[in-house]
């Protein structure tokens, strides 16, 4: 029988039995007594082991096996749960998703899982000596970024890291160094090279770990990724001038070399980090120390063991949609220049035939937009599992609570927002929650409290995450962006806290004082940023030393179709997203004031800046200096607002929003393009380029 056509069936079927069995594994980790929920995991582990021996995939229907043999004895009361037992079952969990991961990518679900496989036999044997056996290590699925006995070791994160650098145009390099043999500090000189590179650019990753370097816990070489501006030859001739190093090798990496040198860290670290975006949700890293992670999340998730009511929904390909969404945006179009044709003929039947099929085509829209959203819980229950390894590692105590998981976002939002996500929860476990000694030094409770929260408001929906640590110095981050050069002297001073925090997503920008696996290389921030405002969103902080830190993401709902303001500037139209619109208005000559060099209108009680669309595009055929009374449109980016000047309002507008196309350099200022009714083409204005 051919069985590839269940294949997609299979792979969907797969990566939602191993979601359920991350939540229920975390579930159970909380109450290790409840055999009901050792029941629910047993039925989820027995379903999948006999969907892969259908398949005739082997290997993954063999250690599904062998996670059956273990919680059998725990189901039937033989065995207790204990650390040991629980990561070795979640390194199983990475494993099988690294198996349904490359079965996605045409391989034959294969792995090397013998050290697993000892494990879950030891545990059933009853010798494994309570987490003594290597499996019990931090069950932090990796990708192996190099061969050798100091291979580098890369999670999604990282690999995230290196791959957006690239793209924005840094130099990333693969760099190894060899001290010589007779050299008597080994520690020294390798601090010596760590201090030069970091002049430089940021380390990423290193094989051995600084900690283990500094501790000359190596023979004599290290390897390292590094992200800088030099060229390799210029870094690697100031490693050689160093003294008693023997040999450096720096090679520039491309996506291609990237991607070869770190095989297999897009399947193995997914279920590491859960950042990359998977055509089905796959599970991965989550969850903290003791997840009370969100009830309303665990409502949503399917049962594993399936569920006695008849289901109400279908899959459909991704793909389907897009085609049916790109259908729809040109029937827009057609309607927008029916209802223009229909008005210029003014006939009673035609107008009356058009105001119904665009009732029946707003109907349409709604009915599409609805079937492209999706829950953000999509997203955010790959988060639990991902908190939960990252506070294990840091010795943390970490209480990881999800809030409005129902809320639904456009999937190409929910696509994009997965790795800004990341960075922001890894910097509030590593970066904003204390030590547990420093909590209760501090009168805290030993556990801290990490909360993401979703909701709508408007057209946007917000995500925020807020953590109970010890907040944001305002001294400290003034201290260093002075350092670096990122802010002046005198302009220090009159910074707003808030802007001050706003300096922790300039690029290469880092408070930590030691660089560490998880975070302080001081790229994370600086690609969250870039990242949400892609997506036309904002971000923003809020701290106050002593009580915590919150981040907040703002997003619109649809990337698709927007509502707009159609303006008209000189011989030009474009559209203005009415997200971005606080009101229009009209203002005298007179209103407009110099203010240190900036053109400023007064505004409800305040002053705003004044920016003419006629001379930021060079527009010919309008200047507000020939007219007493110009329109403005008061647009916001955040908490802060500017004005723009217009020559005319042409009305309000359902528009489609048109990608310029990648032979056309990004334009500052402009997000993308539409087609009016008429034929015409009108740019869409990006409000935030415009506000700083």
């Avoid at 870094?235 to 991607?259: F, G, K, R, W, Y």
């Amino acid at each position: 029988m051919d069985m590839n056509q269940y294949l997609s069936m299979f792979i969907d079927e797969s990566n939602d039995h191993l979601q359920s069995l991350n939540e229920k594994m975390l579930e159970l980790e909380s109450n290790p007594d409840d055999i009901s929920i050792v029941q629910v995991i047993f039925r989820s582990a027995h379903t999948l082991k006999g969907m892969a021996a259908t398949m005739g995939f082997e290997d993954l229907s063999s250690l599904t096996h062998q996670m059956e043999n273990v919680l059998d004895l725990v189901r039937n009361e033989k065995l207790k749960m204990q650390e040991f037992i629980f990561d070795t079952l979640f390194k199983s969990l990475d494993a099988l998703q690294m198996m349904v991961q490359d079965i996605t990518q045409g391989g034959e679900g294969k792995a090397d899982v013998s050290e697993i496989v000892a494990s879950l036999q030891s545990i059933v044997r009853g010798d494994f000596a309570g987490g003594g056996s290597s499996a019990a290590s931090k069950p932090a699925a990796t990708g192996t970024a190099a061969s050798g006995p100091s291979a580098i070791q890369l999670d999604q994160y990282q690999f995230s890291v290196l791959e957006q650098s690239i793209t924005e145009g840094h130099k990333v390099m693969y760099i190894d160094v060899a001290i010589r043999e007779d050299c008597q500090l080994k520690a020294a000189r390798a601090y010596l090279v760590f201090d030069l590179l970091e002049r430089y650019g940021e380390i990423v990753k290193s094989s051995p770990s600084v900690q283990d370097i500094e501790q000359e816990k190596f023979e004599r070489s290290f390897s390292l990724y590094y992200i800088t501006q030099k060229e390799a030859a210029e870094i690697q001739s100031m490693i050689l001038n160093l003294s008693e190093i023997d040999s450096a090798q720096v090679a520039p990496l491309d996506h291609e070399t990237l991607a070869q040198l770190t095989s297999g860290v897009k399947e193995t670290a997914a279920t590491a980090e859960a950042a990359a975006p998977a055509p089905t949700p796959s599970p991965s890293k989550e969850a903290p120390a003791k997840p009370t992670a969100s009830a309303e999340a665990k409502n949503n998730a399917r049962p594993a063991g399936g569920s006695s009511a008849p289901s109400r929904t279908i899959r459909v390909d991704i793909d389907r949609l897009d085609v049916l969404m790109n259908l729809l945006s040109e029937l827009l179009i057609d309607r927008a220049r029916l209802e223009q044709l229909a008005d210029e003929v003014k006939r009673g039947d035609l107008t009356e035939t058009v105001e119904h099929m665009s009732r029946v085509g707003s109907d349409l829209q709604n009915i599409v937009l609805k079937l492209r959203m999706v829950p953000v819980d999509t997203v955010f229950n790959r988060f639990p599992r991902m908190v939960r390894d990252l506070a294990k590692s840091l010795d943390k105590k970490i209480d990881l609570q999800i809030v409005g998981a129902e809320t639904e976002m456009d999937r190409t939002v929910i696509d994009e927002i997965g790795d800004p996500l990341v960075h922001l929860l890894r910097n509030a476990v590593d970066h904003g929650v204390e030590s547990t000694e420093e909590r209760i030094a501090a009168g805290k409770s030993e556990t801290g409290t990490v909360q993401l929260r979703a909701f709508h408001s408007g057209n946007h929906v917000f995500i925020e995450i807020e953590d109970d640590g010890h907040g944001i110095d305002r001294s400290k981050v003034l201290q260093k962006a002075l350092k670096n050069g990122v802010v002046k002297e005198s302009e220090a001073a009159s910074m707003t806290d808030e802007q001050v925090f706003m300096l922790l997503f300039a690029p290469g920008f880092s408070t930590a004082e030691v660089i560490s696996d998880i975070s302080g290389r001081g790229v994370g921030l600086d690609v969250v940023k870039s990242k949400i405002e892609s997506l036309s969103g904002v971000v923003s902080v809020e701290s106050k030393l002593g009580s915590g830190t919150k981040f907040s993401v703002q997003l619109p709902l649809t990337l698709s179709i927007i509502s707009a303001m159609l303006i008209k500037v000189g011989t030009e139209k474009y559209a203005i997203p009415l997200s971005s619109i606080v009101e229009t208005g009209l203002i005298r000559r007179d209103q407009v004031r110099e203010v240190h060099g900036y053109t400023m209108v007064a505004y409800r009680d305040t002053h705003i800046p004044l920016m003419s669309l006629a001379k930021l595009f060079d527009i010919p055929g309008f200047s507000e200096n020939d007219e007493e009374e110009t329109e403005i449109v008061v647009i916001r980016k955040g908490d802060r607002l500017a004005a723009l000047t217009v020559e005319d309002f042409i009305g309000q507008s359902e528009i489609v929003i048109k990608n310029l196309g990648k032979y056309l350099p990004s334009v500052q200022g402009v997000a993308g393009a539409t087609i009016l009714g008429d034929g015409q083409v009108a740019l869409i204005i990006d409000p935030n380029a415009f506000i700083k």
